[in-house]
């Protein structure tokens, strides 16, 4: 089993910056392919940044391309995903989630087929 846990949450204004966390336990995540996915109030949960399991390759929404990074730290068992020139629209409840197949396809296929789920961290972007 994989528990994930999220962390960094906050309130920012806007134009500012943010840096999130995902930490895993139990087995390591250094075998997965991780990701980021945010869920607005009121909208459906849509998929943000991932990274390979090497951490060579990542992959990033449109919305957030050229303003977020994603990036993984092996001997820390840690994901972060570093936010800059934050928008109002930013605002979600952020997750991390854990998968054995290719960071590439993890926007595109179903989230029910994405192995583990970190239970959430919220950012709030002021304006």
């Known amino acids: 089993q994989v528990q994930l846990v999220e962390s960094g949450g906050g309130v920012v204004q806007a134009g500012g910056s943010l840096r999130l966390s995902c930490t895993g336990s139990?087995?390591?995540?250094?075998?997965?392919?991780m990701g980021w996915f945010r869920q607005a109030p009121g909208k459906e949960r849509e998929f943000v940044a991932a990274i390979s399991r090497i951490g060579g390759a990542t992959y990033f929404s449109d919305s957030v391309k050229g303003r977020f990074t994603i990036s993984r730290d092996k001997a820390k068992n840690t994901v972060y995903l570093q936010m800059n020139s934050l928008k109002a629209e930013d605002t979600a409840v952020y997750y991390c989630?854990?998968?054995?197949?290719?960071?590439?396809?993890?926007?595109?296929?179903?989230?029910?087929?994405?192995?583990?789920w970190g239970k959430g961290t919220l950012v709030t972007v002021s304006s």
């Open positions: 139990g087995r390591t995540i250094n075998n997965y392919a």
């Open positions: 989630a854990a998968d054995r197949d290719l960071a590439r396809d993890m926007g595109t296929k179903s989230q029910s087929g994405i192995d583990y």
